[in-house]
């Protein structure tokens, strides 16, 4: 069901815009007006929306997956059913799906690909835990925020969507599905870690594992076709990482890795050791391989038996001739000191001990620093932060780190940290400067309420007029800071004040002297037409669009015409000037909260006339406000006679800089 903008859902949450369409759903960006933050809603489609059954499995999985609450999954917020409108409120994370990222790289490499898999088998790991199975994990699931956080979509209400494709006869993701889903319709854990394989897959090389004319035949491929080795593809890869994403792939479930997390310290101990020697112990708990199958095949149980037998024997000679080698060792140790051996030990030991002890040193230091300020303090030790807590703080500002967990930490580690959100009292100004209220002033109602409301503060809003401070910008408080006792009173601007004026007689005044006159009186410039005139000088003002001595409100916008002289009036009533329109909206810079300042902006017709480019002024410079709108709307543009085209240009008159241009066309009058 299509959403128009700005419809409100619930009484809360206002529709900001489309942003995205699936085969179940649209999504939409949408304002929470209730707790002041941005979300997006995913809004079920008609066909889906009349199907009981459906929506039934709908609301279990939309429940079931509102009870994750992970950094690396996308939150789900509520849930609502309201007639034949269901829809989901999620969190809204900027940012760029995997399947765009792979694409503008190409492939990521080695380092990358595992850091991105560990962030998603953590939440991954949480939501198997939780009897909460995906059933759809794909590239265009997963989401890299602006600040780095991978997070994983849909989790649970993929499922229903995969089970209504099924039942549909309608394949989707049949890249990354798994051999007994595609067969059988079923899924557990292990269908999960087989999909999050073939994107690892996809992250490593670029492509897909498996690709074919038509669904059917990708389909088939899962099930039949020999398990693709990353190595082929790129073969620079590590044998450790090649070996995680062939285990990750294997056809029956059984022979995969049982738990997401499994793979995960596989992942990490590729990191360390991307040869891959902790691959013997993986053959000793079952997975056959490293390296290709046929090769393990080859070797009969007789020679292992035979090889481990020697071994043993070797093994034998050495710890009788070691034993003798010490006994002697300790005979002489008086004269020699100590082994060798014992001072590798002791070296290796110490040199451990140093880089711990180092690590630990540094940590501290991160209090008081933001997440990215301390990410690069621990660069050389490649630490991740990931916020997870939120305090108040008076000692700390908002956004810096205020603690983190105790225990040893070392290379590569993930580390999760509590931010402050700043003092819990609210300082508004400084008690002893109280007519000082600059910075309070630069604050917005809307920001201060989210403040306001997470804090649990009572207040009361009042509306006042001001030709000083932004409409909907605090004006003043009645306290300096919440601390202090009694509810809490904030004057807010309206706007402008509309205070009826008198308004003046511009005719015959020159166009500078008009402006003046409008800004005195507390009125703004609406649009200036350019007409040519016999009778008027050219640059007076020829007419107004309010009638002198009517009253109008302050801050209306005032049009006037202004003479251009004679030029472009048919000679002997026979040749005709040449004019065009424009009716445009002009952008003055960029503004926002806690941005002001002014544009000195003139508007300037450009031709080409024989050869050489003449400028005409069609507005004289005039101040603009930085962030706000120009209308640029002129109704007869008189330009050179004969020339059929023209460029409008909008000049920023103090830097020289064109804001905006517009091409014309120019034509005989009449």
Same mark, same amino acid.
């Given at each position: 069901?299509?959403?128009?903008?700005?419809?409100?859902?619930?009484?809360?949450?206002?529709?900001?815009?489309?942003?995205?369409?699936?085969?179940? +759903?649209?999504?939409?960006?949408?304002?929470?007006?209730?707790?002041?933050?941005?979300?997006?809603?995913?809004?079920?489609?008609?066909?889906?929306?009349?199907?009981?059954?459906?929506?039934?499995?709908?609301?279990?999985?939309?429940?079931?997956?509102?009870? %994750?609450?992970?950094?690396?999954?996308? +939150?789900?917020?509520?849930?609502?059913?309201?007639?034949?409108?269901?829809?989901?409120?999620?969190? %809204?994370?900027?940012?760029?799906?995997?399947?765009?990222?792979? !694409?503008?790289?190409?492939?990521?490499?080695?380092?990358?690909? *595992?850091?991105?898999?560990?962030?998603?088998?953590?939440?991954?790991?949480?939501?198997?835990?939780?009897?909460?199975?995906?059933?759809?994990?794909?590239?265009?699931?997963?989401?890299?925020?602006?600040?780095?956080?991978?997070?994983?979509?849909?989790?649970?209400?993929?499922?229903?969507?995969?089970?209504?494709?099924?039942?549909?006869?309608?394949?989707?993701?049949?890249?990354? *599905?798994?051999?007994?889903?595609?067969?059988?319709?079923?899924?557990?854990?292990?269908?999960?870690?087989?999909?999050?394989?073939?994107? #690892?897959?996809?992250? %490593?090389?670029?492509?897909?594992?498996?690709?074919?004319?038509?669904?059917?035949?990708?389909?088939?491929?899962?099930?039949?076709?020999?398990?693709?080795?990353?190595?082929?593809?790129?073969?620079?890869?590590?044998?450790?990482?090649?070996?995680?994403?062939?285990?990750?792939?294997?056809?029956?479930?059984?022979?995969?890795?049982?738990?997401?997390?499994?793979?995960?310290?596989?992942?990490?101990?590729?990191?360390?050791?991307?040869?891959?020697?902790?691959? +013997?112990?993986?053959?000793?708990?079952?997975?056959?391989?490293?390296?290709?199958?046929?090769?393990? &095949?080859?070797?009969?149980?007789?020679?292992?038996?035979?090889? *481990?037998?020697?071994?043993?024997?070797? @093994?034998?000679?050495?710890?009788?001739?070691?034993?003798?080698?010490?006994?002697?060792?300790?005979?002489?140790?008086?004269?020699?000191?100590?082994?060798?051996?014992?001072?590798?030990?002791?070296?290796?030991?110490? !040199?451990? @001990?140093?880089?711990?002890?180092?690590?630990?040193?540094?940590?501290?230091?991160?209090?008081?620093?933001?997440?990215?300020?301390?990410?690069?303090?621990?660069?050389?030790?490649?630490?991740?932060?990931?916020?997870?807590?939120?305090?108040?703080?008076?000692?700390?500002?908002?956004?810096?780190?205020?603690?983190?967990?105790?225990?040893?930490?070392?290379?590569?580690?993930? %580390?999760?940290?509590?931010?402050?959100?700043?003092?819990?009292?609210?300082?508004?100004?400084?008690? $002893?400067?109280?007519?000082? #209220?600059?910075?309070? &002033?630069?604050?917005?109602?809307?920001?201060?309420?989210?403040?306001?409301?997470?804090?649990?503060?009572?207040?009361?809003?009042?509306?006042?007029?001001?030709?000083?401070?932004?409409?909907?910008?605090?004006?003043?408080?009645?306290?300096?800071?919440?601390?202090?006792?009694?509810?809490?009173?904030?004057?807010?601007?309206?706007?402008?004040?509309?205070?009826?004026?008198?308004?003046?007689?511009?005719?015959?005044?020159?166009?500078?002297?008009?402006?003046?006159?409008?800004?005195?009186?507390?009125?703004?410039?609406?649009?200036?037409?350019?007409?040519?005139?016999?009778?008027?000088?050219?640059?007076?003002?020829? $007419?107004?669009?309010?009638?002198?001595?009517?009253?109008?409100?302050?801050?209306?916008?005032?049009?006037?015409?202004?003479?251009?002289?004679?030029?472009?009036?048919?000679?002997?009533?026979?040749?005709? @000037?040449?004019?065009? +329109?424009?009716?445009?909206?002009?952008?003055?810079?960029?503004?926002?909260?806690?941005?002001?300042?002014?544009?000195?902006?003139?508007?300037?017709?450009? &031709?080409?006339?024989?050869?050489?480019?003449?400028?005409?002024?069609?507005?004289?410079?005039?101040?603009?406000? #930085?962030?706000?709108?120009? &209308?640029?709307?002129?109704?007869?543009?008189?330009?050179?006679?004969?020339?059929?085209?023209?460029?409008?240009?909008?000049?920023?008159?103090?830097?020289?800089?064109?804001?905006?241009?517009?091409?014309?066309?120019?034509?005989?009058?009449?």
């Amino acid at each position: 069901m299509k959403i128009e903008k700005d419809a409100l859902l619930q009484g809360r949450y206002q529709i900001e815009g489309l942003i995205g369409e699936g085969g179940m +759903s649209y999504v939409y960006k949408a304002k929470d007006k209730k707790l002041g933050r941005i979300v997006a809603i995913k809004v079920l489609k008609e066909q889906y929306a009349e199907d009981k059954e459906f929506i039934s499995k709908f609301q279990e999985e939309a429940r079931s997956a509102a009870k %994750l609450n992970h950094l690396n999954i996308v +939150s789900t917020f509520d849930t609502v059913d309201e007639g034949n409108l269901h829809f989901i409120v999620m969190e %809204l994370v900027e940012g760029v799906t995997l399947k765009n990222f792979i !694409q503008r790289k190409g492939r990521l490499s080695e380092r990358e690909s *595992i850091g991105i898999a560990l962030q998603l088998i953590d939440g991954i790991d949480i939501a198997h835990k939780m009897g909460v199975i995906h059933r759809d994990i794909k590239p265009q699931n997963i989401i890299i925020s602006t600040e780095g956080v991978v997070k994983i979509a849909d989790f649970g209400i993929a499922g229903v969507a995969s089970q209504e494709a099924a039942n549909t006869a309608v394949m989707g993701s049949v890249h990354y *599905i798994s051999p007994e889903q595609a067969k059988r319709g079923i899924s557990d854990a292990r269908s999960d870690i087989y999909s999050f394989s073939c994107v #690892l897959y996809e992250m %490593l090389t670029g492509k897909v594992p498996y690709a074919g004319e038509d669904s059917m035949s990708v389909v088939f491929s899962h099930l039949e076709d020999p398990i693709p080795r990353v190595r082929d593809s790129v073969k620079e890869l590590s044998k450790a990482i090649d070996y995680i994403v062939w285990r990750g792939m294997q056809k029956k479930a059984s022979l995969r890795y049982q738990n997401i997390s499994d793979m995960g310290e596989d992942l990490q101990l590729a990191l360390d050791d991307p040869e891959g020697s902790f691959l +013997s112990e993986r053959e000793e708990e079952g997975s056959r391989i490293f390296g290709r199958k046929e090769m393990d &095949q080859g070797i009969s149980n007789l020679y292992k038996g035979l090889a *481990i037998a020697s071994v043993i024997l070797i @093994a034998g000679v050495f710890l009788f001739l070691g034993y003798k080698v010490v006994g002697v060792l300790r005979s002489v140790k008086s004269i020699s000191g100590e082994s060798e051996t014992a001072m590798k030990v002791t070296e290796e030991s110490t !040199q451990v @001990a140093i880089t711990i002890s180092a690590l630990d040193n540094l940590l501290p230091e991160i209090v008081g620093k933001t997440v990215s300020e301390a990410e690069d303090f621990l660069s050389n030790y490649d630490i991740h932060i990931y916020p997870e807590k939120e305090e108040y703080s008076d000692q700390y500002e908002e956004g810096q780190i205020i603690s983190y967990p105790g225990g040893k930490y070392s290379t590569h580690s993930r %580390l999760y940290v509590t931010l402050s959100k700043g003092p819990k009292d609210i300082r508004f100004y400084d008690p $002893s400067a109280p007519s000082d #209220l600059s910075e309070l &002033q630069k604050m917005s109602l809307s920001d201060l309420e989210i403040k306001l409301k997470d804090r649990k503060i009572a207040y009361t809003v009042v509306e006042e007029a001001s030709d000083t401070v932004e409409k909907g910008y605090i004006i003043r408080t009645n306290k300096a800071s919440t601390k202090e006792p009694g509810e809490l009173l904030i004057t807010v601007s309206s706007g402008q004040s509309t205070a009826p004026v008198l308004m003046p007689d511009l005719t015959n005044l020159s166009e500078e002297e008009a402006i003046s006159v409008l800004e005195e009186e507390g009125l703004t410039l609406g649009n200036i037409s350019y007409i040519p005139s016999n009778t008027v000088e050219k640059g007076y003002v020829i $007419s107004q669009s309010v009638p002198t001595e009517t009253y109008v409100e302050t801050g209306q916008a005032i049009s006037f015409s202004v003479s251009s002289g004679s030029e472009g009036k048919s000679r002997n009533g026979q040749e005709k @000037a040449w004019v065009s +329109s424009i009716n445009q909206s002009v952008s003055i810079g960029s503004g926002g909260p806690g941005v002001s300042g002014t544009v000195l902006v003139v508007v300037y017709l450009k &031709q080409d006339i024989n050869g050489e480019t003449r400028y005409t002024t069609l507005q004289s410079a005039r101040t603009y406000a #930085l962030g706000s709108e120009m &209308q640029l709307s002129l109704n007869r543009i008189a330009g050179a006679s004969g020339v059929s085209k023209g460029t409008i240009e909008v000049v920023d008159a103090e830097n020289d800089r064109i804001l905006a241009s517009y091409d014309l066309d120019f034509h005989p009058e009449g």
